[in-house]
């Protein structure tokens, strides 16, 4: 599918569809234009339809041989980006099964330069489908897209990598938890260029004294990794961004229940985020120095299995006492970050991770936990939340938590009771950042939907790729 800005006139455009916007209370002029009307006819009306949010009307202009999708997009006073991605995708959802081939996009024109990156990353977000396992396709025939701009072409390519890397992070992490293996997070890597990477598997585990990957694998017959991957110059301290790449999560010996455990392989959506941020890098030729590293492993029971009652030693040297081996998340991590901030001294570092049922119950699913140390970089990560649909939430950790997780035995525990279960993962993994500027984010509950809870339309059955564009947002920034 390609992207293009339309050039010359509306009016004269042969596209086979035709997006056009409406407030309730008022017509874009972009709108009027191009239909010649100036209020919504009294038949149209009589259909229901009066520019409301996420309303659409289609109909077939048989003079010009065009689809017309009207588009509401609510009333003009209560606008925002986000009611645009909705409305938007509402209208474009109908090109996922249709025959349209090509179509006009025509934007509302109140914030230009916003709406023709939204309109093209979110048609891209709408298309996508995950059929790599289906005979039958489901790939939608849109072949060709001109959006009625006055921006830059430059916006719109932008857009449509941050978009492609969405997607390629939603493949990831949708892959079965046989096929999408920390061996296939190497090859993946490895496709990728400007990257350097470097690939550390048991035998450096044991080696170097990363006892929470060593011992989070130790069951599994598929080979666990640490990868890491260097993007940029190395004359400025680098961000560091380290993603949960559980390939699957049984709970190892302290075993999940069976209903639903199919959904722990998007456990690895955290991995799958940080490949897509650095492929993204990678495209946009991004002039940043960025560190991503993925601690990847199966958790598994088995006759050679890490136990409740264990005792790991991180790589910082910090031991934990390990009450459930199903609190796997933070023992892998606490050896990632660890050995990242020795090794490569980051200004910056950042955690994505699909660490725990207690933030989804806090949050639900559409909000992420963001916990960290360091104000500024709290701020700076809410606020390029604030410019995407991927909404977080700040969750505290102060002493009452980091004493939920003292042990008796070894220097912390893994688990601090139910209560506070997300913050008490926060206050675990703030061991091992060494005082550096951290976040985490918990993205349990945002980094896959389910049938049952509703979202946009823009984020298919699945993994939704949560991640990528905010920290996008968050490395321009
Ligand atoms: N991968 C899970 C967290 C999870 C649960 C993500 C549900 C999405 C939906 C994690 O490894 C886990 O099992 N966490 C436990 C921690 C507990 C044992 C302290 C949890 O949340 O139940
Ligand atoms: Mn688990
Ligand atoms: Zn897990």
């Known amino acids: 599918m390609k992207i293009s800005r339309f050039e010359g006139e509306v009016s004269k455009s042969k596209a086979e569809a035709v997006i056009i916007p409406f407030y309730e209370d008022r017509i874009p002029s972009s709108s009027m234009e191009f239909l010649g009307i100036d209020r919504i006819p009294e038949s149209v009306k009589n259909t229901g339809f009066t520019g409301k949010k996420g309303q659409v009307f289609r109909a077939m202009d048989t003079t010009r041989g065009q689809m017309q999708l009207w588009t ?76 009625a701009t006055g921006e830059k072409q430059d916006i719109i390519d932008r857009a449509v990598s941050v978009a492609e890397a969405t997607n390629f992070t939603r493949n990831l992490a949708n892959l079965p938890p046989s096929r999408g293996t920390p061996s296939l997070f190497e090859e993946r890597s490895r496709e990728i260029e400007n990257l350097k990477i470097t690939v550390l598997g048991r035998d450096d585990f044991i080696r170097m004294g990363m006892g929470g990957i060593e011992g989070v694998s130790r069951a599994a017959k598929e080979p666990a990794k640490m990868i890491i991957m260097e993007y940029g110059s190395s004359d400025e301290k680098p961000i560091m961004i380290v993603g949960k790449g559980i390939t699957f999560d049984s709970g190892g010996i302290s075993i ?54 264990d ?19 933070r023992l892998v991590l606490a050896d990632a970050l660890a050995y990242g901030v020795e090794k490569y001294n980051p200004a910056k570092v950042i955690d ?28 700076k990560l809410k606020k390029a939340s604030e410019r995407t649909w991927e909404k ?18 070894a220097d912390i525990k893994n688990i601090g009771g139910k209560e506070g279960g997300a913050e008490t993962a926060g206050a675990f ?31 298919p059955k699945g993994a939704t790729g949560f991640g990528v564009r905010l920290l996008y947002e968050f490395l321009c920034s």
């Open 72 to 147: 509401g997009l609510g009333k003009e006073s209560e606008y925002c980006p986000e009611t645009f991605r909705r409305s938007y995708s509402s209208a474009y959802s109908y090109f996922r099964d249709s025959k349209i081939r090509n179509c006009l996009i025509i934007l509302p024109g109140t914030d230009n330069a916003n709406e023709a990156f939204e309109a093209a990353y979110i048609l891209k977000l709408t298309l996508y489908s995950f059929d790599e396992f289906r005979s039958e396709k489901t790939s939608a025939d849109l072949k060709e897209v001109y959006i």
């Open 256 to 309: 999940k229940p069976a209903d639903n455990m199919d959904e722990m392989k998007f456990d690895k959506s955290g991995a799958s985020t940080v490949l897509g941020i650095m492929k993204l890098a990678s495209d946009l030729k991004l002039k940043k120095h960025i560190i991503g590293i993925m601690p990847l492993a199966e958790n598994l029971p088995g006759g050679s299995a890490y136990k409740p009652g």
């Open 429 to 459: 993994l703030e061991n091992f950042v060494n005082g550096r500027p951290w976040v985490h984010l918990d993205i349990a509950g945002t980094a896959w939907t389910q049938a049952k809870t509703a979202k946009a339309d823009y984020l």
């Open 352 to 379: 994505i991770a699909t660490l725990t049922g207690a933030c989804v119950i806090a949050l639900g699913n559409n909000i992420a936990g963001l916990m960290g140390n360091d104000r500024d970089l709290k701020e």
């Open 392 to 409: 977080v939430w700040e969750m505290p950790i102060d002493d009452d938590f980091r004493n939920q997780i003292k042990s008796e035995v």
């Open 311 to 329: 005792i790991l030693k991180h790589y910082n040297g910090k031991t934990s006492e390990v009450l459930s081996t199903d609190a796997e998340g």
